[in-house]
């Protein structure tokens, strides 16, 4: 099966930076996706990782590392409505089909 | 503007009694997937489908039904068989490379009364 472990809540201040850890465990490894979801509304896409890396889109950075089951979302210059879950999901690829999984999903609080 | 659509945003259930919740995408898209989510547990697969007439079960499919006959349709069967099916039901769907991450329907809050 898969497991896939991030921090329930994390709180951070209004222009500062923050990092949303995500590990992994998992057979058949496709990509890593990261969700942006507001309280009571659908998830958005913030990024896709499947090499090892740093990819960065605007104030949010993901990086990933295979070897050992990783992965980071990095928001800079936080602002009040990054206010959001963030939820990591693990694509796997098994017997001929693709299935992502999520986790349960980090709650930030960005304070004033 | 292309979207993927779910009807109704909120449902109520009386125990015992079946309901479809309808999934609906004009974007072309080959896969589709519905999700439930529940307070503290993030997004758990029910089925999912990555092309017409042929579907897969999740990691929870007991108690639920689905069918895929058109491409633009993903209707999701919640039965009497399912134990606890107060929650909200997301619909997704995205392209067969998958790169792009999917789409979200708004979702179907459903409530068992």
């Known amino acids: 099966g898969q497991n896939i472990d991030q921090p329930t809540e994390m709180t951070a201040t209004e222009g500062a930076i923050v990092q949303i850890n995500c590990t992994y465990q998992t057979s058949g490894f496709n990509g890593l996706f990261w969700y942006q979801q507001h309280a009571g509304e659908a998830p958005t896409f913030l990024s896709y990782?499947?090499?090892?890396g740093l990819e960065e889109k605007g104030r949010f950075s993901s990086f990933l590392s295979r070897s050992k089951g990783y992965s980071y979302l990095l928001l800079k210059e936080l602002q009040m409505k990054d206010s959001a879950s963030y939820l990591c999901a693990v694509r796997i690829h098994s017997g001929g089909y693709q299935k992502v999984t999520f986790g349960t999903g980090t709650k930030l609080q960005v304070i004033p | 503007d292309g979207g993927i659509t779910q009807s109704p945003k909120y449902l109520f259930r009386k125990e015992g009694q079946n309901v479809t919740l309808s999934c609906e995408q004009n974007?072309?898209?080959?896969?589709m997937y519905w999700y439930r989510q529940d307070p503290g547990q993030g997004l758990r697969l029910i089925y999912y489908?990555?092309?017409?007439?042929?579907?897969q079960k999740g990691d929870i499919a007991e108690g639920y039904s689905v069918s895929r006959e058109k491409k633009e349709s993903f209707p999701l069967t919640v039965t009497s068989a399912q134990k606890n099916p107060t929650a909200f039901y997301l619909c997704a769907s995205n392209k067969r490379t998958g790169i792009e991450g999917y789409t979200f329907g708004s979702g179907t809050r459903l409530t068992v009364v």
């Open positions: 489908s990555q092309i017409v007439n042929d579907f």
């Open positions: 974007l072309n898209h080959d896969a």
């Open positions: 990782n499947v090499l090892d």
